[in-house]
């Protein structure tokens, strides 16, 4: 099974060089039960960790099962320190938040069969640890923990057992039971190397090899090990060995028998649980099942667990580093929110003022700052109406407004009210139908008609619970009777839509605002493609009929509602934007504090990994490992913040009057860039983990 030749091993110390092993050869046959001996610095622990493929000698061969081990890749060596050997440990090497059936069937959980916990119990049960199963290892004996190392060992049926120093920790009492299990598992067939220093514990071997300064000393055969160690597999020698263990209550091993062909056949007492069983026979085949989905899903929900439990076992260092995730998320999607709700209300409010608008205004463009003289000024009148109704085809609708502050009374009740003279067009451009009631029509305005459309708040402030229609009201003294109450608008901060009051265009400029011009002109278009055109010719229009020379030009303006929109949406989208850029920097940090969290545990979890490599665990296995952890806490964090940042939009929703929408993107755009910078900030503590070296790991202090 086992074959070296001249192999070395140095240690670079410092400036120093330790030569731990110095051109050794040797050969263990299958079956064999062998104890290396020698002082503390003689090289056993090195020979047993480059027998266990933990470590790699400097020059020499090494061949197992006739397998040049030096033609292998780590992949390679860790699918056969999974499958055909099994470690026992001096310091028993369990993982401390684990229970021993999860260490038992640590090593499933890197080969590719799926996990059976009937088989982990079972062993448990056959060590005699079966009311144990769900005890942590501080909650066990040193002993008992020995028997969860061993019941490890033998999980995947391994062919070799490599024991350093198996009762170096225990009592006396433990350590011949541990003995007496390991002896057992050589009767029934296994190959048993162990390194020991102490004499006692050597005698349960079949062989004996004495080392001294990396070399061997010894080499000898111990004769008074057992009657029947030189035949484990015969009759005589498997009842014997049968019988020794049922008198100290030890479980019983099958006893391994062969075909002429020489191939291992199945005991005659199959029925019978035994630790053997579990082993003697070699690694399991690995089925069609556990090559599929239940084995993907099984290591998938192998390492959520233990992520979450890396991540309660350290509750306050692991909310330290979600607090930057947090933040982040949360104000990510606050600002969101209030953007989204910004950026609808603005759609709302401009929808209220009508589709496709232009509004042609007296004087320059506001934002040119230009102050004009009374008669520099543009003024627009009915013929103005006339003309553009006349001349530009892609005008669908033309009204005049003028606008002034009215004091409405009712009842003993008075409120200030926006005044608004327009033309019975108006109501089918500002979507402002009446709900209750009816718009005024033609003749009432060519009438000059004293009647009113009036919104909700001045309904609510002057008519409370009753019914307005038909009621008069007087605005400035002026009695008006209400025909019709207008549909809602909303309001904001700054602006109540629905404290208006309509009135016919001629009626205001004659009998209550006193205005000879209008003081802006709508104008709707018919198609939303035809607007600048449409926009173009009525300011054409307006230069000609006005024969305004170069010089007043600027005397009036034409506003586009769709600009307006435009430039509102891209203010709170550079404002979103700004949010949202602080609070990326927010999750920058918590990124960063993931990984030196990360990199904290890998340093305080080395020997874990080192376990874990024993066992089987490749690169990409740990760093799948460490990568999840990394995910589990930026994302745990992530829907925290999500939570925080809902409660942040419906707080400033509810007392700062400010419209905000949590939206699914908004949500799924946080979670996604938590969930990347877990990823992206875990890679290097995890490729860090990955790349540490078996022996190097489980020496670390």
Same mark, same amino acid.
């Given at each position: 099974?086992?074959?070296?030749?001249?192999?070395?091993?140095?240690?670079?110390?410092?400036?120093?060089?330790?030569?731990?092993?110095?051109?050794?050869?040797?050969?263990?046959?299958?079956?064999?039960?062998?104890?290396?001996?020698?002082?503390?610095?003689?090289?056993?622990?090195?020979?047993?960790?480059?027998?266990?493929?933990?470590?790699?000698?400097?020059?020499?061969?090494?061949?197992?099962?006739?397998?040049?081990?030096?033609?292998?890749?780590?992949?390679?060596?860790? @699918?056969?320190?999974?499958?055909?050997?099994? *470690?026992?440990?001096?310091?028993?090497?369990?993982?401390?938040?684990?229970?021993?059936?999860?260490?038992?069937?640590?090593?499933?959980?890197?080969?590719?069969?799926?996990?059976?916990?009937?088989?982990?119990?079972?062993?448990?049960?056959?060590?005699?640890?079966?009311?144990?199963?769900?005890?942590?290892?501080?909650?066990?004996?040193?002993?008992?923990?020995?028997?969860?190392?061993?019941?490890?060992?033998?999980?995947?049926?391994?062919?070799?057992?490599?024991?350093?120093?198996?009762?170096?920790?225990?009592?006396?009492?433990?350590?011949?039971?541990?003995?007496?299990?390991? =002896?057992?598992?050589?009767?029934?067939?296994?190959?048993?190397?162990?390194?020991?220093?102490?004499?006692?514990?050597?005698?349960?071997?079949?062989?004996?090899?004495?080392?001294?300064?990396?070399?061997?000393?010894?080499?000898?055969?111990?004769?008074?090990?057992?009657?029947?160690?030189?035949?484990?597999?015969?009759?005589?020698?498997?009842?014997?060995?049968?019988?020794?263990?049922?008198?100290?209550?030890?479980?019983?091993?099958?006893?391994?028998?062969?075909?002429?062909?020489?191939?291992?056949?199945?005991?005659?007492?199959?029925?019978?649980?035994?630790?053997?069983?579990?082993?003697?026979?070699?690694?399991?085949?690995?089925?069609?099942?556990?090559?599929?989905?239940?084995?993907?899903?099984?290591?998938?929900?192998?390492?959520?667990?233990?992520?979450?439990?890396?991540?309660?076992?350290?509750?306050?260092?692991?909310?330290?580093?979600?607090?930057?995730?947090?933040?982040?998320?949360?104000?990510?999607?606050?600002?969101?929110?209030?953007?989204?709700?910004?950026?609808?209300?603005?759609? @709302?409010?401009?929808?209220?003022?009508?589709?496709?608008?232009?509004?042609?205004?007296?004087?320059?463009?506001?934002?040119?700052?230009?102050?004009?003289?009374?008669?520099?000024?543009?003024? *627009?009148?009915?013929?103005?109406?006339?003309?553009?109704?006349?001349?530009?085809?892609?005008?669908?609708?033309?009204?005049?407004?003028?606008?002034?502050?009215?004091?409405?009374?009712?009842?003993?009740?008075?409120?200030?009210?926006?005044?608004?003279?327009?033309?019975?067009?108006?109501?089918?451009?500002?979507?402002?139908?009446?709900?209750?009631?009816?718009?005024?029509?033609?003749?009432?305005?060519?009438?000059?008609?004293?009647?009113?459309?009036?919104?909700?708040?001045?309904?609510?402030?002057?008519?409370?619970?009753?019914?307005?229609?038909?009621? *008069?009201?007087?605005?400035?003294?002026?009695?008006?009777?209400?025909?019709?109450?207008?549909?809602?608008?909303?309001?904001?901060?700054?602006?109540?839509?629905?404290?208006?009051?309509?009135?016919?265009?001629?009626?205001?400029?004659?009998?209550?605002?006193?205005?000879?011009?209008?003081?802006?002109?709508?104008?709707?278009?018919?198609?939303? @493609?035809?607007?600048?055109?449409?926009?173009?010719?009525?300011?054409?229009?307006?230069?000609?009929?006005?024969?305004?020379?170069?010089?007043?030009?600027?005397?009036?303006?034409?506003?586009?509602?769709?600009?307006?929109?435009?430039?509102?949406?891209?203010?709170?989208?550079?404002?979103?934007?700004?949010?949202?850029?602080?609070?990326?920097?927010?999750?920058?940090?918590?990124?960063?504090?993931?990984?030196?969290?990360?990199?904290? =545990?890998?340093?305080?979890?080395?020997?874990?990994?080192?376990?874990?490599?024993?066992?089987?665990?490749?690169?990409?296995?740990?760093?799948?490992?460490?990568?999840?952890?990394?995910?589990?806490?930026?994302?745990?964090?992530?829907?925290?913040?999500?939570?925080?940042?809902?409660?942040?939009?419906?707080?400033?929703?509810?007392?700062?009057?400010?419209?905000?929408?949590?939206?699914?993107?908004?949500?799924?755009?946080?979670?996604?860039?938590?969930?990347?910078?877990?990823?992206?900030?875990?890679?290097?503590?995890?490729?860090?983990?990955?790349?540490?070296?078996?022996?190097?790991?489980?020496?670390?202090?």
């Amino acid at each position: 099974m086992i074959h070296l030749s001249n192999v070395y091993k140095t240690y670079e110390r410092g400036e120093s060089a330790v030569h731990a092993l110095r051109g050794v050869s040797l050969e263990i046959a299958e079956g064999e039960f062998v104890a290396i001996m020698g002082p503390s610095g003689s090289g056993k622990s090195t020979l047993l960790h480059i027998l266990g493929l933990l470590d790699v000698p400097d020059s020499g061969d090494y061949k197992l099962s006739g397998q040049d081990v030096h033609t292998l890749g780590d992949n390679k060596l860790a @699918e056969m320190r999974n499958i055909s050997i099994g *470690f026992v440990f001096q310091h028993f090497n369990l993982l401390s938040r684990v229970a021993a059936l999860e260490n038992v069937m640590l090593p499933k959980l890197y080969s590719r069969q799926r996990p059976d916990h009937n088989q982990g119990k079972k062993i448990l049960a056959e060590v005699g640890l079966a009311d144990r199963i769900t005890h942590t290892p501080n909650e066990l004996s040193g002993g008992q923990q020995q028997r969860v190392a061993i019941a490890r060992a033998l999980i995947n049926k391994p062919k070799l057992i490599l024991a350093d120093e198996p009762t170096g920790n225990l009592d006396s009492a433990s350590a011949i039971e541990i003995m007496e299990i390991i =002896s057992g598992l050589n009767r029934a067939g296994l190959t048993i190397v162990m390194v020991t220093h102490e004499d006692d514990i050597a005698k349960y071997a079949r062989r004996i090899i004495h080392m001294r300064d990396g070399v061997i000393q010894k080499d000898e055969a111990n004769d008074g090990a057992a009657s029947t160690a030189a035949h484990p597999d015969s009759a005589e020698g498997f009842a014997e060995a049968r019988g020794a263990m049922a008198d100290k209550g030890m479980p019983l091993p099958y006893q391994k028998t062969t075909d002429l062909s020489g191939r291992a056949r199945a005991p005659r007492n199959a029925g019978q649980a035994s630790l053997s069983s579990a082993s003697h026979d070699g690694p399991a085949a690995v089925s069609a099942e556990g090559n599929g989905w239940r084995t993907l899903l099984a290591g998938i929900q192998a390492n959520l667990k233990q992520a979450w439990r890396a991540l309660t076992s350290n509750k306050v260092r692991s909310a330290l580093s979600m607090i930057g995730i947090l933040i982040g998320v949360a104000a990510v999607i606050a600002m969101l929110a209030i953007g989204q709700g910004a950026k609808k209300s603005i759609e @709302e409010q401009l929808a209220s003022l009508g589709s496709n608008l232009l509004i042609l205004h007296s004087g320059p463009p506001r934002n040119q700052g230009i102050s004009m003289s009374e008669g520099m000024v543009t003024r *627009f009148t009915e013929d103005d109406l006339a003309d553009i109704r006349r001349e530009i085809n892609t005008v669908s609708n033309v009204a005049g407004m003028v606008q002034g502050r009215g004091q409405a009374t009712y009842g003993g009740k008075n409120w200030s009210t926006q005044a608004i003279g327009a033309e019975p067009s108006y109501a089918a451009m500002h979507a402002s139908v009446p709900v209750i009631g009816r718009f005024f029509t033609d003749d009432e305005q060519r009438a000059k008609a004293r009647v009113a459309v009036i919104g909700l708040t001045l309904v609510r402030e002057l008519f409370g619970n009753a019914n307005p229609l038909g009621e *008069f009201m007087k605005i400035n003294k002026v009695n008006f009777q209400v025909i019709g109450v207008l549909p809602e608008k909303g309001a904001t901060r700054f602006w109540d839509q629905d404290d208006v009051v309509i009135i016919p265009l001629t009626t205001a400029m004659d009998r209550l605002l006193g205005k000879k011009y209008l003081d802006h002109i709508e104008i709707e278009v018919g198609r939303a @493609e035809d607007i600048e055109n449409t926009q173009t010719d009525i300011h054409n229009l307006i230069i000609r009929t006005h024969r305004l020379p170069p010089s007043r030009h600027n005397s009036f303006d034409i506003r586009n509602l769709a600009e307006m929109k435009d430039a509102l949406t891209q203010t709170s989208r550079v404002m979103a934007w700004l949010l949202s850029s602080i609070a990326a920097v927010s999750m920058l940090v918590g990124g960063i504090g993931i990984m030196n969290i990360m990199l904290v =545990s890998v340093t305080e979890r080395t020997r874990e990994i080192g376990v874990r490599k024993a066992v089987g665990a490749r690169g990409h296995d740990i760093m799948v490992q460490f990568l999840v952890e990394a995910m589990v806490i930026s994302l745990v964090g992530g829907f925290i913040g999500i939570l925080l940042g809902w409660l942040i939009s419906l707080a400033v929703s509810t007392f700062a009057g400010w419209a905000s929408l949590v939206t699914l993107s908004s949500i799924i755009l946080a979670v996604s860039f938590s969930a990347t910078i877990g990823i992206v900030f875990g890679l290097w503590p995890a490729r860090q983990a990955a790349r540490l070296n078996p022996i190097d790991a489980l020496r670390y202090e």
